[in-house]
C-alpha cells in the first residue's frame, strides 16, 4: 500500500499535501484522522467504515461487489459499464468527478 500511496501523491503533484495516508497507524490515530477529514476515499475496509461512523463524507470505491447502504455519508463508487472489471475499472478521474459532484469541489468545507 505504501507504493500505491506514493503513486497518487505524485500522480497529485502540487496537490499532494491534501491527502495523509494512514499506513502503518494504529486504530486510535485512523478513528481521529476520520472524524477531521473533510472526506475519505478509500475501499471497502474497516477504515472506510470509521469514516461513515464517524460522519466524515465516505467514496467508498466497491469496483463490482454491490455497494451496501449501512450509513448515509456512503458514496458508493462501482466499476462503470464496459470499463476493465474489478477495481481496475474506477479510475482517478471518475473518483474525482464523484466526489466533486458531490461535494462541488475537492477543498475542505469547513464541516
Known amino acids: 500500500e505504501a507504493d500505491m500511496a ?4 505524485q500522480g497529485l503533484g502540487a496537490r499532494a499535501d491534501r491527502i495523509v495516508p ?18 475519505y476515499v478509500g475501499n471497502n475496509t474497516g477504515a472506510m467504515n470509521i469514516a461513515a461512523a464517524a460522519g466524515t463524507r465516505t467514496y467508498s470505491l466497491f ?3 454491490p455497494p451496501f447502504h449501512h450509513a448515509a455519508s456512503i458514496v458508493p ?3 462503470p459499464p464496459g470499463a476493465v472489471r474489478g477495481m ?15 461535494r462541488g469541489g475537492l ?5
Not at 6 to 9: A, F, Y
Open 63 to 65: 469496483g463490482d461487489v
Open 22 to 39: 494512514a499506513i502503518g497507524w494504529g486504530l486510535a490515530e485512523v478513528a481521529a484522522l476520520c472524524a477531521e477529514a473533510a472526506f
Open 6 to 9: 506514493r503513486d497518487i501523491r
Open 77 to 79: 463508487i462501482v466499476t
Open 107 to 111: 477543498a475542505p468545507t469547513g464541516r
Open 88 to 102: 481496475a475499472g474506477i479510475t482517478l478521474g471518475a473518483v474525482l468527478d464523484a466526489v466533486r459532484g458531490d
